[in-house]
């Protein structure tokens, strides 16, 4: 089969969706397909290379507006590829446009992986052609039941929705060093909050700083991001800089150890822009339980509140504070919602599932 992944960036710019491709067209390679990823590059010049058997097409950018890379040689160079497939990953404009008028594959699948969220101006100029786009596509994967219900968009077209989760490889975190676990705890103590992502408006860290202002605990955050000077000063402002500790990016090879290291994970994201909240995933199948956000998406569908661990309001440093407090006090309970996520990882959040997923939509797609 010849699949074409098409989106703004790809390897090694490092984002949720870009890993998420990598990961999926890597797989497809292995399974025997040729695949082919459509994306921009940082620069104004075009360039073809071969990523782990994967064909990396990055079309010269031309510029970037509110976060989408414009590029007149993406449409140009989509209209000489014939694949079997072609695999959209929403939002992305300029692809989908591109796809729409210039697009020669025969089945198109799209990944909606989130609403437009903070783009409203663009979203208005859009949104006709959004609509053309969705109809024109021959299936739509959402990443969890809840985001069909909450998505304006989703639910309109949900006849044409499968469900089909995102996944990692769960082999990397099913277990750590020793060593390194055993230092971790060592250096920062107990008990261990851990945050993992990039540090970015939607994620709501703020309300996390404040729900442990009082707490006997401390918070390890993983990641940088454009909020990361913000949130260092609010955490020097509440008195933290003794229990918080920001520590920048962390190796893949060393990102277990931490996970493995902590009591209790916590994504405290505030906005929809939080889609899924696959770290949670990381943090599971690490054998953690979760403290995340309900925001009508797929945190609230990977954590299951009260079985993996607690689901609380958004924006909330109280409840917060006391789903934090009740996990922290109560060690059976937490171990057994460890036991019980890391079950859940493995039973629905696997590379492989999700890979094989999506290839049985393809084979239903194309009436294989």
Known sequence: MRILHIYKDYYPVVGGIENHIKMLAESQVQ??????VLVTHPMARTCVEEINGVRVIKAARLATVASAPLSISLPLILRHQYPDIAHLHFPYPVGELSQ???????RVVITYHSDVVRQEGILRIYRPLLWRVLHRADRIIATSSNYIESSPYLSRVRAKCTVIPLGIDLERFLQADAGQVERIRGEYGTPLLLFVGK???YKGLQYLLAAISGMPCKLLVVGSGPMEAEWRQLATSLGLTDKVFFLGHVSDARLPAYYHASDLFVLP??????AFGAVQI????????????????GTSFVNVHEQTGLVVPPRDS???TAGIRWLLRDERRRRQMGELARERAVQEFS???????IAGLYSKVLDF
Do not use: I, K, W
Request: charged share 20%; glycine share 10%; with cysteine.
């Open 199 to 201: 540090l970015r408006y």
């Open 318 to 320: 109280a409840a917060l």
């Open 100 to 106: 729409l008028v210039c697009g020669r594959a025969p």
């Open 269 to 274: 994201a505030c906005e929809r822009s939080e």
């Open 31 to 36: 399974g025997g397909h040729s695949v082919t």
């Open 282 to 297: 990381e943090a599971m199948a690490s054998g953690l339980p979760v403290v995340c956000t309900e925001l009508g998406t």
């Open 351 to 357: 590379l492989q599932t999700m890979a094989d997923r």
